[in-house]
């Protein structure tokens, strides 16, 4: 489902714009619909991060850019706490914007291409704090293409652990 959207984002408004779409995730909006927040370069290289708003009028889909941001003004993506699931995060540009992603995993999806994005195109310090790194990095075991996927099998394997510990007699 999520390629569909994201092949209808590129086409329907970032294609128009001449800019190339890398990644979106769902999160919190207000008011009837969906709202993605979406990373995207330009033809010049600048990367672009904005808030889209996703409604239909009648029977077409139509996609509306409620906020704007270039990753160069950004200055930390704070994860809240990386100790708890908790898909809360907030992105600090001149003003800080709290926002809910759909899941955890498309939190920790969108810090590492924000993060990848930083590394290919801009070079700078960017902060971010209150991630578990190991899910952050390219080179940990568990990076691949389908990083959602595989985040989510850690921490299922983490709980199991945890279960497992938990129904063990302490004597």
């Known amino acids: 489902m999520s390629s569909l959207v994201k092949e209808d984002l590129a086409k329907r408004l970032f294609g128009p714009r001449r800019l190339r779409l890398q990644e979106f995730i769902e999160v919190e909006g207000s008011g009837a619909g969906r709202c993605y927040l979406?990373?995207?370069v330009t033809k010049s290289e600048e990367v672009e991060i904005c808030m889209v708003k996703h409604f239909r009028v009648d029977r077409e889909e139509?996609?509306?850019?409620?906020?704007?941001?270039?990753l160069k003004d950004l200055e930390m993506i704070d994860g809240k706490e990386a100790d708890t699931d908790n898909p809360y995060f907030d992105m600090h540009f001149h003003k800080v914007y709290s926002l809910e992603a759909y899941s955890c995993a498309s939190k920790y999806t969108f810090a590492r291409t924000l993060n990848k994005?930083?590394?290919m195109y801009l070079k700078k310090d960017l902060k971010i704090v209150n991630f578990d790194d190991t899910y952050l990095n390219d080179d940990s075991i568990w990076s691949s293409n389908n990083r959602d996927c595989l985040v989510l099998m850690r921490i299922c394997f983490?709980?199991?652990?945890?279960l497992c510990l938990s129904l063990c007699p302490l004597s």
Do not use: G, Q
């Not at 139509?62 to 270039?70: A, N, R, T």
């Open 38 to 40: 979406c990373a995207a």
């Open 62 to 70: 139509k996609y509306e850019v409620v906020e704007k941001w270039f």
């Open 117 to 119: 994005l930083n590394e």
């Open 158 to 162: 983490y709980a199991s652990n945890l």
